[in-house]
């Protein structure tokens, strides 16, 4: 409710105009209204900002791992069973390791027909049986890649396949 000078005369304002302003309903409410939407609209930039430093880190940690992929398998250094190390770059660190293991075919095979014994796939996939999956050997080679925003760790994981008769 507000107060109409005209009806009313003041002392000390012999003038009688009226006053203009806010009542103090109207200002504890727009208090309470920024009391909310403030803190909401904070943790929205918040929630933005963290996103893009993880794309921008996640960015990096991707092309370092590619990287340190790339040059294991071609200096064969990848024979090794386990390998760490940390990549310093823009002035943050990003801790790495290199693994390799026996792949084994079938564990990731579809069934095949059993008339014919070979069969295909989508996108041309050839499937074997058991005797020809005995026959291929190959090492699942993995690249781990570290990073942290805000405390919090995040891993980027790389992984290939190759030939352990072509590193010799």
Do not use: C
């Not at 930039?45 to 990287?67: E, F, Q, Y």
């Not at 398998?73 to 290199?98: A, C, D, H, K, L």
């Not at 020809?132 to 993995?142: E, G, R, V, W």
Request: glycine content about 6%; aromatic content about 6%.
């Amino acid at each position: 409710m507000r107060f109409n000078p005209s009806s009313r005369t003041r002392t000390g304002n012999s003038r009688g105009r009226a006053q203009a302003g806010f009542t103090l309903a109207e200002v504890l409410a727009a208090l309470l209204f920024m009391a909310i939407v403030i803190p909401v609209a904070m943790q929205g930039l918040h929630i933005a900002t963290r996103a893009g430093v993880v794309s921008v880190r996640k960015m990096d940690a991707a092309r370092i791992a590619d990287r340190l992929l790339t040059e294991s398998i071609i200096m064969t250094n990848w024979v090794q069973s386990f390998q760490s190390g940390v990549v310093e770059e823009n002035g943050r660190t990003y801790p790495w390791s290199i693994s390799s293991e026996l792949w084994i075919q079938m564990q990731t095979n579809q069934p095949v027909d059993l008339a014919s014994g070979m069969g295909v796939i989508a996108g041309s996939q050839p499937l074997v049986n058991q005797s020809t999956a005995n026959q291929i050997t190959m090492n699942l080679l993995t690249v781990e890649v570290n990073y942290f925003v805000q405390e919090e760790k995040y891993t980027v994981r790389l992984s290939t396949l190759v030939n352990p008769e072509t590193a010799q």
